[in-house]
């Protein structure tokens, strides 16, 4: 893949904020893992344009500081990692013949996922309509973070606007940092942390799983995300302090991570 990605909304990538890849009740959009826009160079990025032809998106995802300057990282992808392509007829008919539809038994073989949209979009517009509407623009979503060799921070700089004197003709430009960084572990207090939510909720998860059976993974995580938030607020705001996690990221990423875990 000799594409750059982008992921717009953050110049760090911290693996405590990283969530497990869950299948959701639209099935063929999952959530968690990093997601990326495609990079041809730094002034076309397709989800920003996206977001800047949909104004209620971008000031919905933007920063409430400033939404006009945004903080993004560029991705180096590990040589040998092995990304999922699905596009055309046979990448679908894997990943619901073998797969049957699930990211999650994808993320067992693969570090992540690439959806071409242009491809998908140009063979069979009933397919792009029936199964993949919910996607805005192509992406590369990984399953883990072990599979980058190294980011670098970007600064994106937006021509400002008027959210009701819109032309869609914002320009924007972007600056990337010559200095790459690298993903560490993660701490042993997260880990143990997500280790002791699992062993309590374990009843809970099971609980909801057998009491609602079409109940999504997705919905579940955020459940539990609520209960980790009421009952170990101070381990999580301790947490935070120290290593300069956000609280809420944090807590749905434990959630995550606590739910993959029981089986």
């Not at 996922?113 to 590369?140: A, H, T």
């Not at 940092?177 to 309590?200: F, L, Q, S, W």
């Amino acid at each position: 893949m000799g594409m750059k990605y982008v992921n717009i909304g953050t110049d760090t990538l911290i693996r405590e904020h990283m969530n497990t890849i869950i299948d959701t009740e639209v099935q063929v959009k999952p959530a968690g893992g990093l997601w990326c826009t495609e990079c041809a160079c730094e002034h076309d990025l397709p989800w920003l344009n996206y977001m800047l032809y949909k104004p209620s998106v971008f000031f919905r995802k933007a920063p409430k500081d400033d939404p006009f300057i945004q903080k993004a990282v560029l991705v180096n992808l590990k040589t040998g990692a092995k990304i999922f392509e699905l596009h055309g007829e046979e990448g679908r008919e894997i990943l619901s013949a073998k797969y049957k539809m699930s990211y999650e038994a994808l993320s067992n073989d693969f570090d992540g996922v690439y959806v071409n949209l242009l491809d998908i979009f140009g063979r069979d517009s009933f397919e792009r309509e029936r199964n993949f509407r919910l996607f805005s623009v192509s992406s590369l979503i990984l399953f883990n973070l072990d599979c980058i060799e190294s980011y670098q921070k970007m600064r994106i700089e937006i021509e400002p606007f008027d959210y009701y004197d819109y032309d869609y003709l914002v320009s924007y430009c972007s600056t990337v940092y010559p200095e790459k960084y690298t993903i560490g572990p993660a701490c042993p207090e997260y880990d143990a942390m997500v280790d002791n939510i699992a062993t309590v909720f374990r009843n809970f998860i099971l609980y909801e799983r057998e009491k609602f059976p079409n109940i999504s993974t997705n919905q579940i995580v955020y459940l539990l995300s609520e209960k980790v938030k009421e009952y170990f607020k101070a381990e999580l705001e301790t947490l935070s302090e120290q290593k300069g996690f956000d609280v809420q990221k944090l807590a749905y990423s434990i959630s995550s991570n606590a739910v993959s875990r029981v089986k």
